[in-house]
């Protein structure tokens, strides 16, 4: 069965310092993957997605960036976070040959102070 | 822009009554929909789809409504329990290019004992 693991599960980091977050699928291959944040009571708001190896497509703006160096890895990373970049960061998969829901990890609270 | 957006916040329901979720979506295009059950500092979890060819589908408790001719979808819950209460959200696919996957709000159910 397929499986999606997503760390850490919280990060508190200061202003200014990087990120790496990791997410990576076992059990499928060339899966489609995304990175979601969602703030504190909102919806989820789509940052990246990805189709293959080094194909990143990006959806907002922002300060955040994105990395697919193996087929079932993905990860999100910033430079320098700031403030505005707390939330919840959810990385999920769809096979849209076998079917097209998206399965999401468990999340990654990041708190920037 | 495009979105998937909810018309109500917040539902409080008696426990064992039946729950409706609403969901408006603006792109014409979307050919599948989506619904997920998020708890509590979890990742959302697959609930019932729909695709655009159908107007209505039935699941354990759940049943989803689609009207293609307003936009608008709904998620019927029979006989909602206490384990329902959750945020739920509506996504919508945007078809194979780009295979974005983009959510609503979300709707936070309270089941009252």
């Known amino acids: 069965s397929q499986t999606i693991h997503q760390w850490p599960a919280t990060l508190v980091q200061p202003v200014g310092s990087p990120l790496s977050l990791e997410c990576t699928v076992e059990g499928t291959s060339n899966p489609n993957l995304y990175w979601y944040r969602q703030a504190a009571g909102r919806g989820l708001q789509l940052l990246f997605y990805?189709?293959?190896?080094?194909?990143i497509s990006s959806e907002v703006p922002q300060n955040l960036s994105a990395s697919r160096p193996q087929d079932r890895q993905f990860i999100l990373s910033s430079k320098k976070l700031l403030l505005s970049d707390s939330g919840f960061y959810l990385c999920a998969w769809r096979k849209l040959e076998d079917g097209t829901e998206a399965f999401f990890g468990q999340g990654t609270r990041l708190t920037v102070v | 822009g495009e979105s998937v957006g909810l018309h109500l916040p917040t539902l409080s329901v008696q426990e064992g009554d039946n729950s409706i979720i609403n969901c408006a979506y603006s792109n014409s295009a979307s050919d599948y929909f989506i619904w997920y059950k998020q708890e509590s500092g979890k990742g959302p979890q697959f609930i019932i789809d729909?695709?655009?060819?159908?107007d209505k589908r039935q699941g354990q408790r759940v049943t989803v409504l689609l009207n293609k001719t307003v936009k608008h979808l709904s998620l019927q819950i029979a006989a909602t329990q206490p384990g329902d209460s959750a945020v739920y959200f509506c996504a919508e696919n945007r078809g194979a290019a780009g295979n974005k996957l983009t959510f609503g709000g979300g709707t936070r159910v309270l089941v009252k004992p």
């Open positions: 990805s189709v293959g190896i080094g194909q």
């Open positions: 729909i695709r655009s060819n159908m």
